[in-house]
């Protein structure tokens, strides 16, 4: 060693240790500026993930809430009989079921024949007198599901032909795109999605007040719609997925406690038991892909049972949450002090009911959690939903579980993939706000049950 | 909702049987003076039990014949004409059906739609007549015979016991089930696709290129699965250098530096990062990582495209690094005090101990750890649907687009369950492929894991 050599060249013992002590110091600074760096480097570590959260939340936040408001033209719409020209709607009388729909169907034919763009147009020209002869530019600034809104208000209600109404009309995702801001305006007429025309009614009914930026209450009452962007929602991915989380919890949920039950307290060890064991853990890390493909190969190709239901889903998702409620519950079960148990056992109760009076209900606050969190988990889930064809476009509320639908991680997608990108971008941003914050819910939800029942033995 | 009303009914029922056999046995001990072997629960369990039980095999046996029989009934009014026709069969099957149900049919309806619609409905008034009737008398057996068995000495206890052992055992057994359904369907399906293509051809290619499935053509295009796999080794070799480092910092600063103060405050907000789904990474990488590092390539002049294996890789690093470092994070804290101590006693800093004494006493477990990281990456897919480009070839430059396993997966498998192609059966094959390398990883992993946790009791 270098320092060793130095102490042995010195003239007299004391500036030999002297100079021992300058080289320990020096070396001692070097450490502690060591110590100092490295600590540094985990400081730093951990203050780079929380960037990172902050800038993947900072990021869609920015993106999405934009997108809860929306443009909304506000008009009188007459509905004008002379353009509105069907007969009585039918009665049912004395026909049976299957006529009487058949009449009604083709009454509904007749209405959807109906020149509803020309009420639009007509309704534009209250506002801007120019609209009455563009018809194509007055039609396109409405997004256009807004004609199907005003078929089913007569559908539902043929009175109203004849009367005029104050309506908020969503405006077309062009008008929305450029009333934000999301284009850019100084490119010319031919790269623009509105005409020029159409610019000009926007800025000047957006200041008039015509055009208002309301809160977009169409993004949770309406399902998905590929021909009227600006009036696509969530509700059919929602209820979807509500249905996919009520399978889950009815499914994986009883099925994983019994199961931990059973091979925490229950099962004989022996290798059978190992052999469930490690097959538990490996199916908790098995790619949630291969999930799918289960369901694919299994659910539908083998049962015939449809694509895009929920109930496969579900049950897809159920699989795949179970050893994640298996393994938290048996950790619940394993924190139950034994005592607790051999108590029971010593005056008289069979392991049975030691076991379900007694261990159980004080495992429950955790396998609440773990529940919870692997319910939290599964609606997130994308990839095995793909491979069942919940990628569908679906544009209805499913009824049942077997009825086709969407689901919440699968509009996300689908809508990224959506051409129509500066309206659509805002949209997914929007979905995904929706998406986490119930997400996080359940998981605040679940870290709140933890430290209300949780209790240090 | 006639669903609901039944499922009440027949709950109402159950609990009046049960009330019916704990009064019975509450009656018995009264009138025989000696202490009864079971409480009355069990006995009123039991005679639930012994009710529900034969209903329940009446129930089954119902659904399995009766939709025979009254498809026979149905075939025998069909005239010949009509029977020889399997078009105009399902149509005449399912206006009889409407008949029956009272909906009723569009048109005329021929006299043998009728009478065959009569006769469906008499026989399925029937069948539900002895279905309620049987189900009822064999429930009703049932219990009596529960009801006679009771005794002063009659172990209901034990029969209720292995009843619900019976029942944990099965829900123990859906685990299992879920591996074997996993590995046997992947399987068959795989080697379905072999007697396509010569698995050599598979597993050794360097070319994927599918084509599209078209019915009768002896070429059926490429299925290399090297540039997939490289793709996925790439974008997790990515992934676990941006983890890795990021990861096994924040965990030693968690564990040996950070106060509990601020223990509370950045270990969940890292763990937030866990619960987000993999959509939303993918998102996030699609529309801010992609543009950013292209950019940012550009700026020093280097081709960078939006999505790319850098891209997913470097989103895949951030969502795995809550993994790592919770899961080190574990194993460090197991490694006893004793050995820091050790260390400190001999003037060493904190650094010091950590780098020269706790990383080396808890490598086995850390790499262990990664390992479990490496799994979850390779098995990861929505980020790289979205982030890695899509484009199957072989290449080592990480700034350009990629495909990996999983992508190849939803792409050959999405919307397509008619599984005679090898163009869709390939992704069976993926599958398997994919499942057998997180499976050894896994085991690998779990197996070091576990060793090293005995290491330190």
Aim: aromatic letters at 8%; proline letters at 5%; hydrophobic letters at 50%.
């Amino acid at each position: 060693m270098s320092s060793a050599t130095e102490t042995l060249d010195g003239v007299d013992g004391a500036s030999a240790a002297r100079s021992n002590r300058d080289i320990i110091e020096r070396r001692l600074k070097a450490r502690h500026r060591a110590e100092f760096r490295f600590r540094m480097i985990g400081l730093g570590a951990i203050m780079l993930g929380v960037t990172l959260v902050a800038l993947l939340f900072g990021s869609i936040l920015a993106k999405g809430l934009p997108a809860f408001t929306q443009a909304n033209i506000t008009l009188n719409v007459t509905f004008d009989p002379q353009v509105i020209n069907i007969p009585d709607r039918p009665v049912q009388g004395d026909l049976s079921d299957a006529d009487y729909r058949e009449e009604m169907l083709a009454w509904q034919r007749r209405l959807v024949f109906v020149n509803w763009n020309r009420i639009i147009q007509d309704s534009l020209a209250k506002v801007v007198p120019a609209a009455a002869d563009n018809a194509r530019d007055a039609v396109g600034m409405v997004a256009s599901n807004e004609r199907v809104r005003l078929r089913d208000m007569v559908r539902d209600d043929p009175s109203i032909i004849g009367s005029t109404k104050e309506l908020d009309l969503v405006a077309a995702a062009n008008v929305d795109v450029w009333l934000k801001g999301n284009i850019d305006r100084s490119l010319p007429d031919s790269q623009q999605q509105l005409t020029a025309l159409q610019q000009e009614w926007s800025d000047q009914l957006y200041e008039r007040g015509v055009i208002s930026m309301d809160f977009a209450s169409e993004l949770f009452t309406n399902v998905d719609s590929r021909s009227s962007p600006a009036t696509a929602g969530l509700l059919g991915a929602m209820v979807g997925s509500i249905m996919m989380m009520l399978i889950v919890m009815v499914v994986a949920v009883p099925v994983g406690v019994m199961a931990a039950v059973y091979l925490e307290e229950f099962a004989p060890k022996n290798r059978i038991t190992d052999l469930i064991e490690v097959n538990i853990n490996n199916l908790a890390a098995v790619p949630s892909i291969v999930f799918g493909l289960l369901g694919a190969a299994v659910f539908i190709n083998l049962f015939g049972l449809p694509l895009s239901a929920p109930l496969v889903g579900g049950l897809v998702l159920s699989l795949m949450t179970l050893p994640t409620v298996i393994i938290a519950s048996r950790a619940s079960l394993r924190a139950v002090p034994p005592s607790i148990r051999q108590a029971a056992l010593g005056v008289g109760a069979s392991p049975m009911q030691a076991m379900f009076h007694h261990t159980l209900p004080l495992a429950v606050p955790g396998m609440l959690t773990g529940a919870i969190i692997g319910v939290a988990q599964a609606l997130g889930e994308t990839a095995p939903l793909l491979l069942i064809g919940m990628n569908a476009f679906v544009a209805s509320v499913p009824g049942t579980p077997m009825d086709q639908s969407s689901a919440l991680p699968v509009q996300i997608f689908l809508w990224q993939g959506n051409e129509l990108r500066n309206f659509f971008e805002a949209r997914t941003s929007a979905a995904i706000i929706v998406l986490l914050t119930v997400m996080i819910s359940l998981n605040a939800l679940a870290i709140f049950l933890r430290h209300r029942f949780e209790r240090r033995w | 909702m006639n669903t609901l009303i039944v499922v009440a009914v027949l709950l109402i029922l159950l609990s009046l049987a049960y009330q019916w056999g704990v009064s019975a046995s509450r009656s018995v001990a009264n009138a025989s003076g000696i202490k009864m072997h079971s409480r009355p629960a069990y006995h009123g369990l039991l005679v639930v039990l012994w009710c529900a039980i034969p209903a329940a095999v009446v129930y089954i046996l119902y659904l399995v014949f009766s939709p025979t029989i009254s498809a026979n009934i149905v075939a025998s009014y069909l005239p010949p004409d009509v029977a020889a026709d399997p078009q105009a069969t399902a149509t005449a099957i399912s206006r009889i059906e409407n008949i029956a149900s009272g909906f009723g049919a569009i048109g005329d309806i021929p006299p043998y739609q009728n009478e065959a619609a009569a006769a469906l409905s008499r026989f399925e008034w029937t069948a539900r007549l002895a279905l309620i009737g049987l189900a009822a008398a064999a429930g009703a057996f049932g219990a009596i015979w529960a009801r006679r068995k009771i005794a002063p000495n009659y172990r209901a206890r034990n029969v209720v016991e292995v009843a619900i052992k019976v029942v944990l055992i099965a829900c123990s057994a859906i685990a299992i089930l879920t591996t074997v359904g996993i590995v046997l369907s992947v399987l068959s399906e795989a080697l379905r696709f072999f007697t396509y293509v010569n698995p050599l051809d598979f597993f050794f290619g360097t070319t994927w290129n599918p084509r599209f499935s078209t019915v009768g053509t002896e070429d059926q295009g490429q299925f290399g699965l090297i540039p997939l796999l490289w793709g996925t080794i790439m974008i997790t070799i990515i992934a676990m250098l941006v983890a890795v480092p990021i990861g096994l910092m924040s965990a030693i600063y968690l564990s040996e530096y950070a106060g509990p103060k601020f223990r509370l405050f950045a270990k969940p907000l890292l763990e937030v990062l866990a619960g987000i789904p993999t959509i939303v990474y993918g998102f996030f990488a699609l529309v801010t990582v992609g543009p950013f590092l292209s950019w940012l390539g550009a700026t020093i002049s280097l081709d960078v495209q939006a999505t790319s294996a850098l891209t997913a890789g470097v989103v895949m690093g951030i969502m795995i690094i809550p993994f790592v470092s919770s899961l080190s994070d574990d194993i460090i804290s197991q490694v006893p005090q004793s050995l820091r101590n050790g260390s400190y006693g001999l003037g060493a800093t904190q650094s010091e101990t950590v780098r020269k004494v706790i990383l080396p006493a808890a490598l086995p477990g850390i790499v262990g750890a990664f390992l479990l990281a490496v799994s979850r990456a390779v098995g990861e897919t929505m980020i790289v649907v979205l982030a890695a480009g899509n484009s199957p070839v072989l290449t080592a430059n990480p700034f350009e687009a990629v495909s990996t396993v999983t992508v190849t997966i939803v792409n050959q498998l999405t919307g397509d369950t008619d599984f005679a192609s090898p163009q869709s059966l390939v992704a069976f094959a993926l599958g398997l492929t994919l499942f057998v390398i997180t499976l050894c990883l896994n085991v690998v992993a779990i197996y070091i894991v576990k060793k090293y946790r005995e290491q330190y009791e």
